[in-house]
């Protein structure tokens, strides 16, 4: 990876950017390692060096780089809060507003949870996704 010339990796698959947090820790290469994450490995070593492997960890809200800091003091400095807004074009009519349940995006969505879960409310619900509204 070395041969390649880039000033950092950001990395926005899970799985991908603890693998490559565990061999700069390890290491491997020098590069930083930048990703948006929801959660981190429970502790051990290999969890240690996961964490330490990260140059800087995004949380997409307050609460949960808060939650991530409170778990994991040691990356109080290396986390920081981006609030990317809508991941996918949403077609809103603020015209007519209505009340609903909004879940928007493209990647790793339970749509069948939300749905089983919308089933016990009397809201409305609208999915937006790559593909357009669901109603």
């Given at each position: 990876?070395?041969?390649?010339?880039f000033?950092?990796?950001y990395?926005?698959?899970?799985?991908?950017a603890?693998?490559?947090?565990f061999?700069?820790?390890?290491?491997l290469f020098?590069?930083?390692?930048?990703?948006?994450l929801?959660?981190?490995?429970?502790?051990?070593?290999i969890?240690?060096?996961i964490?330490?492997?990260?140059?800087?960890?995004?949380?997409?809200?307050?609460?949960?780089?808060?939650?991530?800091?409170?778990?994991?003091?040691?990356?109080?400095?290396?986390?920081?809060?981006q609030?990317?807004?809508?991941?996918?074009?949403?077609e809103?009519?603020?015209?007519?507003p209505?009340n609903?349940?909004?879940?928007?995006?493209?990647?790793?969505?339970?749509?069948?949870?939300?749905?089983?879960?919308?089933?016990?409310?009397?809201?409305?619900a609208?999915?937006?996704?790559?593909?357009g509204?669901?109603?």
């Amino acid at each position: 990876m070395t041969k390649f010339c880039f000033d950092a990796i950001y990395a926005t698959n899970h799985a991908t950017a603890t693998g490559l947090a565990f061999l700069r820790s390890a290491g491997l290469f020098r590069k930083p390692i930048v990703a948006p994450l929801f959660a981190l490995p429970p502790g051990g070593r290999i969890s240690k060096m996961i964490r330490h492997g990260f140059s800087e960890i995004i949380g997409l809200s307050k609460l949960q780089a808060d939650m991530l800091i409170r778990r994991y003091p040691e990356i109080v400095n290396r986390v920081s809060v981006q609030c990317w807004g809508w991941d996918t074009n949403v077609e809103h009519n603020r015209r007519n507003p209505e009340n609903f349940v909004l879940s928007a995006g493209r990647t790793m969505r339970d749509f069948r949870s939300f749905c089983v879960g919308m089933k016990h409310t009397a809201a409305r619900a609208k999915i937006y996704g790559p593909h357009g509204c669901l109603d």
